[in-house]
């Protein structure tokens, strides 16, 4: 098999470029990444509800539900770009409501175990 580059592939062919997963595959994708440790601890956001719309979409924390996915190379793949919140709301089709509820502190602390994010992250699929 003969390597090419990307630019050398568009030359004789159509590549296709854009993601292929549907919004509830990379729900899925991402429930089942939290899934396959469900102990693991991981840390909550701090008031998104509280924050201003340009300060929520920015927040992360290292260790959060948002960076589990943000680490999986088929969502990176995807399109996910990075770790924040507005990243993740943007790519997982997700109103505020609905990650807030996955990433929030106010509803489990400081630390949430994976589990418990993956259920939210199921419950959003809905």
Not at 15 to 43: D, F, G, H, K, Y
Not at 105 to 126: D, F, K, N, P, T
């Amino acid at each position: 098999m003969k390597h090419q580059t990307l630019d050398q592939l568009h030359a004789v062919a159509e590549v296709n470029t854009q993601p292929v997963m549907s919004r509830t595959q990379r729900l899925v994708r991402w429930a089942e990444l939290l899934e396959r440790e469900p102990s693991r601890l991981l840390t909550a956001l701090a008031g998104t509800e509280y924050r201003a719309l340009p300060e929520r979409d920015v927040m992360r924390a290292d260790g959060s539900p948002i960076a589990v996915a943000f680490t999986d190379p088929v969502l990176h793949d995807e399109g996910l770009k990075d770790d924040s919140y507005g990243e993740a709301k943007r790519f997982f089709e997700l109103t505020d409501h609905q990650l807030h509820e996955i990433v929030c502190y106010c509803h489990v602390g400081e630390v949430m175990q994976s589990s418990r994010a993956a259920l939210s992250v199921r419950a959003a699929i809905g």
